[in-house]
């Protein structure tokens, strides 16, 4: 059942595929498919937002196994939760780690959007929603990042190659219908504005979104 108390905010429709932005944190979010960003550490303390609330709900495991080296949250590498416990909501949970925090740039942070809408796509999800945990790392100023540009350059650009791919008969058709950027709510306002405002840019030309491969 849709809560309508959530702050939901529409970003636009693209190759079949409703983007929008809604307040909530990887472990709440009700999509088929939940995507979390984790750093090899934190900045100036440990987790903080969305991504503690998921080690919480996932009872400390997932602090755990980083500190045991069993995901250590290198550039790219991936932890897939296919049988998450009752307190967190989404059916599956994909970590992608996104390494040292201090050298985060943009193409980092739109390959790892590529990884997700992709690994979403591979699992048979209809709805996944995006965590990028960049303040819960403890960056908090991200300004030079263009974060909402680069994550729909990410996302439109593997929607792309998946459609790509199943026209070429390749594979079957994605059934990704729906992808939610997860926001803080009293970032929730300001950044769905600027997802829009990218959304239009990105797609108002022939060849939309990022057509450069990986």
Same mark, same amino acid.
């Given at each position: 059942?849709?809560?309508?108390? %959530?702050?939901?905010?529409? &970003?636009?429709?693209?190759?079949?595929?409703?983007?929008?932005?809604?307040?909530?944190?990887?472990?709440?979010?009700?999509?088929?498919?939940?995507?979390?960003?984790?750093?090899?550490?934190? %900045?100036?303390?440990?987790?903080?937002?969305?991504?503690?609330?998921?080690?919480?709900?996932?009872?400390?495991?997932?602090?755990?196994?980083? $500190?045991?080296?069993?995901?250590? $949250?290198?550039?790219?590498?991936?932890?897939?939760?296919? !049988?998450?416990?009752?307190?967190?909501?989404?059916?599956?949970? %994909?970590? &992608?780690?996104?390494?040292?925090?201090?050298?985060?740039?943009?193409?980092?942070?739109?390959?790892?959007?590529?990884?997700? %809408?992709?690994?979403? &796509?591979?699992?048979?999800?209809?709805?996944?929603?995006?965590?990028?945990?960049?303040?819960?790392?403890?960056?908090?100023?991200?300004?030079?990042?263009?974060?909402?540009?680069?994550?729909?350059?990410?996302?439109?650009?593997?929607?792309?190659?998946?459609?790509?791919?199943?026209?070429?008969?390749? $594979?079957? $058709?994605?059934?990704?219908?729906?992808?939610?950027?997860?926001?803080?709510?009293?970032?929730?306002?300001?950044?769905?504005?600027?997802?829009?405002?990218?959304?239009?840019?990105?797609?108002?030309?022939? !060849? !939309?979104?990022?057509?450069?491969?990986?």
């Amino acid at each position: 059942m849709t809560d309508t108390s %959530l702050i939901r905010l529409p &970003i636009g429709t693209h190759d079949g595929v409703v983007f929008d932005v809604v307040a909530w944190g990887p472990a709440h979010a009700d999509v088929d498919f939940s995507v979390a960003c984790m750093f090899e550490h934190e %900045l100036g303390g440990g987790m903080a937002g969305g991504l503690l609330a998921l080690d919480q709900a996932l009872g400390g495991r997932l602090s755990r196994l980083r $500190a045991a080296g069993a995901f250590r $949250a290198q550039p790219l590498e991936t932890l897939l939760i296919t !049988s998450p416990p009752p307190a967190v909501v989404p059916r599956a949970v %994909l970590v &992608i780690g996104m390494g040292d925090p201090a050298l985060l740039d943009g193409d980092m942070l739109r390959r790892a959007c590529r990884v997700a %809408l992709r690994e979403a &796509i591979r699992y048979g999800a209809v709805s996944m929603a995006f965590a990028p945990s960049v303040l819960d790392a403890g960056r908090t100023d991200n300004a030079a990042l263009d974060m909402q540009n680069v994550m729909l350059t990410g996302m439109l650009g593997a929607l792309r190659a998946e459609h790509m791919l199943a026209q070429a008969g390749l $594979a079957a $058709a994605p059934s990704l219908r729906h992808c939610t950027f997860d926001v803080g709510a009293p970032r929730a306002q300001a950044a769905g504005r600027a997802f829009a405002e990218a959304f239009v840019r990105l797609t108002a030309g022939p !060849s !939309s979104g990022d057509s450069a491969g990986s």
